[in-house]
Each structure stands twice: as structure tokens, then as C-alpha cells.
């Protein structure tokens, strides 16, 4: 059974920065993707970064493109999200998530498994 766990989340000031954690267990896929989304009070969730498992690609989004880094550490079977340069826009509920099999990756595949969530908050 695959399980997904965040957390990292937090309250920083505009500008300040925070790491998410995405530990999973049960996930044997070796040909994947994994990710970051986000959702927004009242808001569609978005895609934020995706990293083809063994992390050779990485895809974001416009919007933080220059600040947020997706890594991974296989060893660990972790998945991070390090997010710089925070605005208060970034306030979300932030999903770590996983796909079965996949040949590629981008922010629109399929992702199957999904974690709880972990909350952060900007403030100007």
C-alpha cells in the first residue's frame, strides 16, 4: 500500500523560506513521476513541480520557476519541495502525489497517489 506523508509546512513572512518533505513508503514504481500541488481556498488545485523518478527531469510552473526546487533522494524514498523567495500568492495547501508507471513526465499526467497535505502561509 503506497502511503505519502508531508510536512514542512509552516507560517514565514513574505520573502522567507520553507522546505517541504514528502516521505513515501509502499511505492515500488521505478519509471514514474512524482510531484507537488497546490490548492488554494476557493481555488482549482495546480500543479506546482513534477521530477521523473530518479530525477534526471523536472518540470514547474510559471509561477515559481526560479524559486522552487523539486529534488528527491531515492535512498530515502523522500521527496522535497524547497521553496525560496515566498510570496503571500504561494498561501495553499500544499499535496505531495505519485503516479504508477509512467514513460514521461510533465505537470498534466496522472498522478494516483495523493498525501494529506501540509499547510503554508505567506504574509506580506
Known amino acids: 500500500q503506497v502511503q505519502l506523508v508531508e510536512s514542512g509546512g509552516g507560517s514565514v513572512q513574505a520573502g522567507g523560506s520553507l522546505r517541504l518533505t514528502c516521505a513515501a513508503s509502499?511505492?515500488?514504481?521505478?519509471?514514474?513521476?512524482m510531484g507537488w500541488f497546490r490548492q488554494a481556498p476557493g481555488k482549482e488545485r495546480e500543479g506546482v513541480a513534477v521530477?521523473?523518478?530518479?530525477?534526471?527531469?523536472?518540470y514547474y510552473a510559471d509561477s515559481v520557476k526560479g524559486r522552487f526546487t523539486i529534488s528527491q533522494d531515492n535512498a530515502k524514498n523522500t521527496l522535497y519541495l524547497q521553496m525560496n523567495s515566498l510570496k503571500p500568492e504561494d498561501t495553499a495547501m500544499y499535496y505531495c502525489?505519485?503516479?504508477?508507471?509512467?514513460?514521461?513526465?510533465?505537470?498534466?499526467?496522472?498522478?494516483?497517489?495523493w498525501g494529506q497535505g501540509t499547510q503554508v502561509t505567506v504574509s506580506s
Open positions: 502525489a505519485a503516479s504508477g508507471w509512467r514513460p514521461w513526465c510533465n505537470l498534466g499526467v496522472d498522478f494516483i497517489y
Open positions: 521530477i521523473t523518478n530518479g530525477g534526471d527531469s523536472t
Open positions: 509502499g511505492y515500488t514504481y521505478s519509471r514514474s513521476c
